[in-house]
């Protein structure tokens, strides 16, 4: 009797553990709304978070932009990868934000040489990027040559970008390939000096934090680097937007612009378009 009883209650525990699966499952069926998702907490639904910015946003910006002067353009890479913009590959020269390019391809050849960063390398690679120090760039381009910054364009998938000439900084660019580098960052960049290009690219000298950083900061942290030929009206900034989960990449390229400040007030506007309402 004792086996019976024995075979009886495991029969039991059975029948109860698979009564609690086959309701674990129906409640997953039903929705978020169900008892097994208000348990488990909204993100472990499954539910993926809306991608950042909206469409409205991004149609409030196309409409900024095509409403200012010059020649213009604007990409976004959002939060879930896709790309938006208006005249997305516009061909316009670069000036200094090519010298994130740069950095990277430094970056990369430390790391193919087994060297990690000494006294000389930062001595060019910091005020190049926190001051956009131009001689700094010069010495750091003739290093890594015109070849390592094209290998940085195609591992990026960029498809117009062209090296300058008579100087690296009328390389040709576009915002789409300068979104999609910035949204690329992490894998363009060898592990052991991402921290260290994250740094740089977020404490780049007050003067020079126009356009992106002062709509976005202090709600996001935000990684970018402008550049300028002022004599053209030429003014672009390339931005990485990072709040908790969200990621997403801004790039604006102006030209023709009547003053610096029309350029620069050009470029806050986008930002301040595609953040509105923001989270």
């Not at 009883?5 to 699966?21: D, I």
Request: glycine share 8%; with cysteine.
């Amino acid at each position: 009797m004792a086996e019976r009883a024995g075979r009886t209650r495991a029969a039991a525990c059975a029948a109860a553990v698979l009564a609690a699966l086959l309701a674990s499952c129906a409640a997953l069926a039903a929705g978020p709304g169900s008892a097994a998702a208000i348990e488990y907490g909204g993100e472990a639904t499954g539910t993926p978070l809306p991608s950042f910015p909206s469409e409205r946003a991004l149609a409030a910006a196309s409409a900024f932009l095509q409403g200012r002067a010059g020649r213009t353009a604007f990409a976004v890479v959002d939060s879930s990868g896709r790309v938006h913009g208006l005249r997305l590959h516009e061909h316009f020269e670069t000036a200094s934000v090519v010298k994130v390019m740069m950095l990277i391809a430094y970056l990369q050849m430390l790391a193919a040489q087994h060297r990690g960063l000494g006294s000389a390398d930062t001595a060019l690679l910091y005020p190049m990027i926190h001051i956009s120090d131009n001689n700094a760039a010069s010495a750091v381009y003739s290093i890594v040559g015109a070849a390592a910054v094209a290998r940085v364009a195609r591992e990026a998938g960029m498809a117009d970008y062209a090296p300058g000439v008579g100087w690296w900084a009328y390389a040709q660019t576009s915002a789409v390939d300068q979104a999609r580098l910035f949204y690329m960052l992490d894998r363009l960049i060898p592990a052991r000096f991402y921290g260290y290009a994250r740094y740089l690219t977020s404490t780049i000298e007050p003067s020079q934090s126009w356009g992106v950083p002062p709509v976005a900061r202090p709600r996001w942290q935000v990684f970018f680097k402008t550049g300028a030929l002022p004599e053209r009206g030429l003014f672009n900034e390339v931005a990485r937007l990072e709040r908790g989960p969200l990621t997403f990449t801004i790039a604006v390229f102006t030209d023709g612009d009547p003053s610096m400040a029309y350029g620069e007030q050009t470029i806050e506007g986008v930002a301040a378009a595609l953040l509105a309402n923001g989270p």
